[in-house]
């Protein structure tokens, strides 16, 4: 499209397209979106508490601009460019918030005990 704006014929030709396709196209570009980001969604482990965590402060930051629009009136102005779009504030609270709890603060998983691996150990055959 940016080389369509630079050329004047093919610059005339797009501005010739009218609105209701282009908002058509574009209904069909976000709605594709967000069923990637739905797919996306159903691939993560829910019953680990942290995922459920950061998907669900991600999504309400999100939804800040969105339902409250004057909500970061009093804030910065350089805060306020980012915290502004709800896309954006709630993308980099998900990957804080990812990197946070699953990067560095990562479990490690509890060793088993010596009673649940000899209750659990393989039999070995005999060899004659």
């Given at each position: 499209?940016?080389?369509?704006?630079?050329?004047?014929?093919?610059?005339?030709?797009?501005?010739?397209?009218?609105?209701?396709v282009l908002g058509g196209a574009a209904l069909v570009l976000f709605a594709t979106v967000g069923v990637i980001?739905?797919?996306?969604?159903?691939?993560?482990?829910?019953?680990?508490?942290r995922n459920v965590i950061i998907v669900a402060v991600s999504v309400g930051l999100a939804l800040i601009p969105v339902a409250f629009?004057?909500?970061?009136q009093h804030f910065p102005e350089s805060f306020q460019i980012i915290a502004?779009?709800?896309?954006?504030?709630?993308s980099f609270s998900a990957i804080v918030l990812?990197?946070?709890?699953?990067?560095?603060?990562r479990r490690e998983?509890?060793?088993?005990?010596?009673?649940?691996?000899?209750t659990h150990?393989?039999?070995?055959?005999?060899?004659?």
């Open positions: 499209m940016i080389v369509f704006g630079l050329l004047q014929k093919m610059g005339a030709i797009v501005a010739a397209i009218p609105r209701p980001g739905i797919q996306t969604l159903s691939r993560v482990d829910f019953h680990d508490e629009p004057d909500f970061y502004g779009s709800g896309i954006t504030i709630g990812n990197l946070a709890f699953n990067i560095l603060g998983p509890e060793p088993a005990s010596t009673a649940d691996a000899a150990a393989p039999e070995q055959e005999e060899v004659l």
